[in-house]
């Protein structure tokens, strides 16, 4: 069974930095992109950033380009996600998501995801 476990969420002021972990397990993961989707009140999912589990290619949503680094340890089968220069408009619930059908330059589309994980809070404060 696969599970994708989140942490590191939590409240912070603006400008500060977070690094967001989803641990992976229940299967191999060649072939997969893992990555973080973001989901703000009202709002529907979108897309943050991905990495290929194979090779290390990363992509980014335009709006994270330049304050969000994705990386991955393959033998702790954990993905990360660093967030610098926070702003309130990145409060959110962020989700870890598994996918074979990789995203397509800036975008990945949220209906091709294979697996979810329960989404960890990000809360940026003024």
């Known amino acids: 069974q696969v599970q994708l476990v989140e942490s590191g969420g939590g409240l912070v002021q603006a400008g500060a930095s977070l690094r967001l972990s989803c641990a992976a397990s229940?299967?191999?993961?060649?072939?997969?992109?893992l990555g973080w989707f973001r989901q703000a009140p009202g709002k529907e999912r979108e897309f943050v950033a991905a990495i290929r589990w194979t090779d290390g290619s990363t992509y980014y949503a335009d709006s994270a380009k330049g304050r969000v680094t994705i990386s991955r340890d393959s033998a702790k089968n954990t993905v990360y996600l660093q967030m610098n220069s926070l702003k309130p408009e990145d409060t959110a619930i962020y989700y870890c998501?598994?996918?074979?059908?990789?995203?397509?330059?800036?975008?990945?589309?949220?209906?091709?995801?294979?697996?979810w994980g329960q989404g960890t809070q990000v809360t940026v404060s003024s």
């Open positions: 998501a598994a996918s074979t059908r990789y995203p397509y330059g800036s975008s990945w589309n949220k209906n091709l995801i294979d697996y």
């Open positions: 229940g299967r191999t993961f060649r072939g997969y992109a």
